[in-house]
């Protein structure tokens, strides 16, 4: 098993910068793929940014450019997921959460979700 949770979601001003945590324990020694995804009002849940263990990175066309997804590991039991958000829109405006994938067995795991506003 492997828990997921999320802090640093919050109301931010259009231009400003959030930094988004997830804090995991458990069996993380079996994730293979860490990431990030949202859902904002009214729609479904999509991929913002993901992080293998080999480090490689994969970001949404909408973030590129703006959000860094990068991982701090602390020891064999627990691991970081952080996402730094700079020049937030209004159109990120979403429930922020943190996934875990494992490839084999597959199985995804999932935080509780961060509020993130944008707004003036």
């Known amino acids: 098993q492997v828990q997921l949770v999320e802090s640093g979601g919050g109301l931010v001003q259009p231009g400003g910068s959030l930094r988004l945590s997830c804090e995991a324990s458990?069996?993380?020694?079996?994730?293979?793929?860490w990431g990030w995804y949202r859902q904002p009002p009214g729609k479904e849940r999509e991929l913002v940014a993901t992080?293998?263990?080999?480090?490689?990175?994969?970001?949404?066309d909408s973030v590129k450019g703006r959000f860094t997804i990068f991982t701090i590991s602390k020891d064999n039991a627990k691991n970081t997921v952080a996402l730094q958000m700079n020049s937030l829109k209004p159109e990120d405006t979403a429930v922020y959460y943190c996934?875990?994938?494992?490839?084999?067995?597959?199985?995804?795991?999932w935080g509780q979700g961060t509020q993130v506003t944008v707004s003036s």
């Open positions: 996934n875990a994938e494992k490839w084999a067995p597959a199985r995804n795991y």
């Open positions: 458990g069996s993380i020694f079996s994730i293979n793929t």
């Open positions: 992080i293998t263990i080999g480090g490689s990175t994969n970001y949404a």
